[in-house]
């Protein structure tokens, strides 16, 4: 497991990377709506456009982002053409009894860049923050829930060690998976039975790696005094700053400029 | 309040089948004084680990007492302070490292220790500087080498600043240049910190350094002393195990009207001395 990763927190000290989650997460969640809400052409490549200056300015890898959303060409090629044919309109195209219409086309682009956008907006979000930074602006969030007796802190927990332990199975399922093709498996069976009994192979080892990993990591949680109530004080304390403020009023302002310039460009 | 760690007659069970019952542990009687390094030895099923896990409260004895500065280990109410005081390397690094990134994983320990945010920061600070990776501070640590790992589960036991140490096979996994960097580090810990260090292993070798060795067999102590004695008792062989190659030119030596030192405990030291002498 080297080399970068999709979605890994690549290390900088960039004006988004400095900013606290809470800002990165309301941040997300305005985009995600004003992204949903809106359905003007111009205000989504404005957005688009935000985007790729924020992946710039975070010194994040742009052609490595672009090579990214390429390798989602079919998710977004599905989605035109779904739009295209099965909206109705001005016909452009007739194939059998079903019309790629012009609407539809347009409907269709403007779904693709919400996609785009969205998928951006949560790579600057999961790239430019550590996951236990992340999940600690989660768990701030979601803080008033522990007023329901909902065990806030748990779960991030629980999160924070699946992050951390992602990278170690997928390496083990690697190695178990070699030690089987080393032994006869043949995952590359055209028979869909060989290739199930194969995988059954791989997936019972490494749950049984899993269970002994968690037993060992719930005795090293132990032996260093884990308890799980909830405790507030971390290395990484979040502190909004002035430029957090500036930050949600931007976005702020640029979400609900997003409402009128919807209204006027229909 | 007696310092040091005592563990009084005590014998541990575990419970394979309902019927069917293993003694991991009979009887052992063993005192720890602060200050030491003693390395616990003996071939796998031995009770090594059993006994390491019986200092922190992880298990406890079916009969005796474990006592840490007095402190029992059997009160639940007590484990808190017993796991801030004992901390604990296991074997495999790759299973105790819980957070994302270096420098979270080792403030975890301070975290759950309620510290203030300046001294948690303080403790990271010095236990990355003492494991030589404040340069690996914001890397994420299944990106590391085998013995990197391992000296991130080291810091993140050091930055609880704990009394005394017990590593449970911390070098079975490294490669040897990695596993001679981490005993280094044990011995400096031991001798400019202060730590006890309580080392196990099933590899001689690996005990060079230490001030006492204990022996277990079979769920006792069987052999106890200086390394020196203990290596050269006729019994040690007949466990299963192997007198290190440094004990065996000393022994030799020695047989061959040799003076060597008792203070030598490496090859290097044992080289510079015969240099000296001739």
Known sequence: ?266 | MSEGIEVVSVTKQYTVYPDSKINALRGINLTIEKGEYVGLLGINGSGKSTLARLFNGLLQPTKGKVYINGIDTADPANLQEIRRMVGMVFQNPDNQLVCPVVEEEIAFGPENMELPLQEIRRRVDWALHVCDLEDKRHHAPHLLSGGQKQMVALASVLAMLPEYLVLDEPTSMLDPKSRRALLEQLYLLNKQEGITIILISHNPEDLLQTDRLIVLDQGTICLEGAPREVFANAKFENLGLEVPSLYQLIYYLEANHFAVPEKIKSIPDLVEHICLQL
Do not use: W
Request: glycine letters at 6%; aromatic letters at 8%; hydrophobic letters at 50%.
């Open chain 1, 1 to 266: 497991m080297t080399g970068m990763k999709l979605g890994q927190y690549v290390y900088g000290d960039s004006f988004i990377h400095q900013l606290d989650p809470r800002t990165k997460i309301i941040c997300c969640t305005l985009a995600v709506i004003s992204v949903m809400a809106s359905d003007s052409f111009y205000y989504l490549i404005f957005l688009l456009l935000l985007m790729t200056a924020a992946i710039v300015s975070s010194r994040l890898n742009l052609k490595f982002i672009l090579k990214s959303i390429y390798q989602i060409r079919s998710l977004l090629l599905v989605t035109l053409l779904f739009q295209a044919f099965l909206t109705p309109g001005q016909s452009l195209l007739t194939l059998g009894s079903i019309n790629m219409t012009i609407e539809g086309l347009i409907l269709g682009s403007i779904n693709i860049l919400r996609l785009i956008i969205l998928f951006m907006g949560s790579l600057i979000l999961l790239m430019t923050t550590t996951p236990m930074k992340l999940l600690t602006g989660i768990e701030y969030l979601l803080k008033p829930l522990e007023k329901l007796n909902i065990p806030v802190h748990n779960f991030t927990t629980i999160l924070g060690i699946s992050f951390r332990f992602l990278p170690t199975l997928f390496e083990e399922a690697s190695i178990i998976r070699n030690a089987q093709k080393s032994r006869g498996s043949q995952f590359d069976a055209p028979q869909l039975m060989v290739k199930i009994k194969s995988y059954a192979a791989v997936v019972i080892p490494l749950f049984e790696a899993s269970l002994c990993r968690a037993a060992d990591l719930g005795e090293a949680m132990d032996s260093r005094c884990y308890t799980p109530h909830p405790n507030h004080l971390r290395l990484n304390s979040l502190k909004m700053k002035s430029q957090d403020v500036l930050a949600l009023l931007f976005v702020g302002i640029i979400v609900l400029a997003g409402v009128p310039i919807s209204i006027l460009t229909k």
